[in-house]
């Protein structure tokens, strides 16, 4: 059935429910991993060049650029994303299901589609953060250009997101 599984991971918590899918469903199809991580600006937990973070700032108009505090926070989120890569490949493979790793630098959909194509993926297995609207609009959604551009099935596994309190609703007096 699905015998190479790519599985597009970012550095957000949902990726560790991806990848525990990923390799439930490699164990069920005798399958092999491929995990694939893009460096990009794209992601939330990456320095961005040029710009400010909230907590960071590196750049801002009418400033001077800071490159060496970006170099060391862009060499620390690769370092770290990395890491992660490893622990995961590490833990399918003791799981006994044959697991590769790539970092790569760009786009993440395109880089995605790339690695997919060259490994000859049967399927990508890639989160969705459920961005909607102007946020969608302006930051793009990875998924959605996976689904209509990659050459093999795609599964997108939802973000959970908060269950609605229980609050009862009650109508205002005017």
Known sequence: MYSKILVALDNSPTSNA??????ELAQATDGALLLVH???????SSPLPMSAQLDNIYWAPGTELDLEAWRLAWTRYENESLDRLRHYAATANTAGVPTEFRQLIGNPA???????????A?????????RTGLSELVLGSVSNHVMHRATCSVLVMKAKTPSPTNTPITAGVA
């Not at 991806?18 to 390799?23: G, R, T, V």
């Not at 395109?110 to 000859?120: D, L, P, S």
């Open 18 to 23: 991806l990848f525990d899918q990923a390799l």
């Open 38 to 44: 893009s460096l990009s600006n794209q992601d939330e």
């Open 110 to 120: 395109t880089v995605i589609c790339k690695a997919a194509q060259e490994w000859g």
């Open 122 to 130: 049967d399927l990508i297995l890639i989160g969705n953060r459920g």
